[in-house]
Structure formats: structure tokens, C-alpha cells
């Protein structure tokens, strides 16, 4: 075969993957971040939410008005300015999107509370929690098609509280397209996920994406690599809290917390060649893990982060901690691990040089 033939045959298969930065090469000069989100690219309300829009968290069929020990709210919509303001949750009627979630509540409930939004406020930003993920009884199960379909072209943010199953990202994705997306935050429990690159591509705009409390079994090669817009790739947000709780409370609690599995997946989204594209993705984009500061997407009263992200291991000093000193400490949302040690709560924090610590690519697997 000759040298020309063989190079375009090469091209082709570039153009036909569509991988033509791979990130198995050397690497090139890191890119500058997106630009600032603006305003004028949000096509939603941004003045505060009107009564009507506030008292949907107290319809007759949500549970969201037991949440929290807050006070039944019936006579919402009727209610004096001053029965208004000694309400609990009155400081909510400030904001300018919508909090759409309730602990517990069932799929019927979601689906008619994202009709009656859709009726009374077509126009407004929409923030979607989902707190319940069940895999036995489909009717207890939130995360579906009909439920974010009559807002859908309204959600900001998809956050799922807690985890039933490895595969929540895959069941994000079935909620179909979400294009107005900004944030994707997932909560508790959600140990050893399978994330596929497919899973955001319904969210082709988001700007950040949070993992807490979350640990990774499997991630596919080139997952965010088509979102153009992310500024902000969080995946061990309070990980380090987690690993700290295993030490100081081991025999207390049971350490399912953060099982055996999920301690083993983190060290390896360090330090494992099965890894590696990721870690050399960070090093193209390095500003995904870099220190910001509060309000990386704002929108009126919405604002993410609320507080400022420190840079991988800065202002950390664990080294003399004890455990227990440890347990109380801010742990930062990007881990620093050292390779070259063991892994445990003492090397989450090893410093600014380590991060996501592979040599820039071509390792030797």
C-alpha cells in the first residue's frame, strides 16, 4: 500500500468517527474557556414569580406543602400579604424561576404539576428535581417522558436527588431533548455509574455538570466532548467527606455510604489507564476544573455556583488532620490524588501539580 493510499484512508476514517482530535495524541495548546453566559441568550421571565406561579407548590395533589415540617398553605392564592410573608417558604416568591420537585412525590403527581407550570407560566425558567428513582414500581418513578414533556422546552436544570441504579445518566437521557438544559446535577447514592457520551446529548447547551456524593464505575470514551458550551465539569463534589466518613465512623455506620466499589472506581478515575482519555480531555480543557467564581450561570435570582470553586488542592493542608478535625472541613469539589501513593482521604488533597495526574498522553497501558 502506498504512503499516499494509506493516508487517505486515515483521513476517511477520521471524518467518518468524527474524532479528529483524538485524545490518545499529544497535546495541543489548551483552548480559552467559553465566553460569559449573556443574557440575552435566555429566553425566559426574569422578574419575580408571581402568586399564582408560587401557590402551584400547594396544589391539592402534591405532598411538597408536608415537605420539611412546613405548615399546610391551602388558602395560598387568597391569603393576606401578611398571612403571605409569615409562611416559610414565603422568600421562595422572590425568585425568577421555578422549583419544580418534591420529596416523594409520585410520576401522576409531577406529570399534572408540569401541565398546570406549562398553563400558568409558559415563559418561566424551570429548575427539575427529581428525588425519587425506583426500579420496582414504575408509577413511583418520576424520571419519565410524559413527566417533563409539557415543560420541556423550559427546564434550566435536570438534577436527580438520589440514585436507584447505576444507569440514572441513561435515564436522564430518555426524558428526550431538553435544549434550553444549563445544569445537570446528580445527588446521593448515586455509586458506580455507567455514563455514556450519548446520555447529554438531548442537553447540547449545558454549561456545567455536578456529580455529589457520586462516584463513576464506567465512562465512555469522548463523553463531553460535544457540549461546546461546558464551563464546569464537577465530579467528586464531597467524595472527600465521604471517604473521611468511612475512617471516622467506621463501626458506627454501616460504610455503604461509600462502599468498597465506589472507593476502588475513584482511585481509578485518578490513576487508571482505563481512564486516561478523560484525564488527558481535562488537560485540553483545563478550565472545566479551574477555580470560579460564584455565579458561573446567573439568571436573575438563579445562580450557579452559589459559592466560589476552589482550584484543585488549594488551601488544603490534611496532612496533620485527624480524622475527626477532617470531617468538618469544606473538602474541595475537584480532588488532587497523587498516583504515586496510596489512596485514601489523605491523598485527595495532594495539590495543585497533581489533579487528574496523568503525563500528557501516550501512556504506557
Request: proline fraction near 6%.
Amino acid at each position: 500500500m502506498s504512503l499516499s493510499l494509506l493516508l487517505v484512508l486515515l483521513l476517511a476514517a477520521s471524518s467518518v468517527t468524527g474524532f479528529t482530535d483524538d485524545l490518545e495524541t499529544e497535546c495541543a495548546v489548551p483552548p480559552p474557556p467559553p465566553s460569559t453566559f449573556s443574557h440575552s441568550d435566555f429566553p425566559f421571565r426574569t422578574d419575580t414569580l408571581t402568586r399564582e406561579e408560587f401557590c402551584v407548590r400547594f396544589m391539592k395533589d402534591t405532598d411538597c406543602n408536608q415537605e420539611w415540617e412546613a405548615p399546610d398553605f391551602p388558602n395560598c392564592l387568597n391569603a393576606s400579604e401578611a398571612e403571605f410573608q409569615r409562611h416559610p417558604y414565603a422568600s421562595m416568591a422572590k425568585w425568577t424561576f421555578v422549583e419544580f420537585g418534591c420529596a416523594e412525590e409520585t410520576r401522576d403527581r409531577m406529570k399534572t404539576r408540569a401541565e398546570t407550570f406549562r398553563r400558568i407560566s409558559p415563559r418561566r425558567a424551570i429548575s427539575i428535581a427529581f428525588y425519587a428513582d425506583s426500579e420496582d414500581r414504575e408509577e413511583f418513578d418520576p424520571i419519565n417522558f410524559d413527566v417533563v414533556d409539557p415543560v420541556r422546552n423550559q427546564v434550566i436544570q435536570v438534577a436527580v436527588m438520589r440514585c436507584a441504579t447505576v444507569h440514572t445518566t441513561e435515564k436522564t437521557y430518555k426524558l428526550g431533548d431538553l435544549p434550553q438544559a444549563l445544569l445537570y446535577f446528580l445527588g446521593l447514592h448515586c455509586h458506580n455509574l455507567v455514563i455514556k457520551k450519548a446520555h447529554f446529548s438531548r442537553m447540547p447547551g449545558l454549561r456545567q455538570i455536578q456529580l455529589m456524593s457520586a462516584t463513576i464505575g464506567e465512562l465512555e470514551p469522548y463523553t463531553f466532548t460535544d457540549l461546546p458550551d461546558l464551563r464546569s465539569l464537577i465530579l467528586e463534589d464531597k467524595i472527600g467527606n465521604s471517604l473521611v466518613a468511612r475512617v471516622q465512623y467506621a463501626g458506627y455506620f454501616d460504610t455503604s455510604l461509600l462502599p468498597d466499589t465506589a472507593v476502588e472506581n475513584v482511585r481509578r478515575l485518578h490513576c487508571d489507564c482505563s481512564f486516561a482519555w478523560f484525564r488527558n480531555f481535562l488537560k485540553k480543557k483545563p478550565y472545566l476544573i479551574a477555580a470560579k467564581k460564584k455565579g458561573v450561570v446567573t439568571m436573575g435570582t438563579y445562580i450557579k455556583p452559589s459559592k466560589d470553586v476552589l482550584s484543585p488542592g488549594a488551601f488544603r493542608n490534611i496532612s496533620t488532620m485527624t480524622a475527626r478535625e477532617a470531617t468538618t472541613m469544606d473538602w474541595n469539589p475537584v480532588l488532587s490524588v497523587d498516583c504515586a501513593h496510596e489512596f485514601n482521604w489523605r491523598n485527595t488533597q495532594a495539590g495543585d501539580q497533581f489533579a487528574y495526574n496523568t503525563s500528557c498522553y501516550n501512556l504506557n497501558c
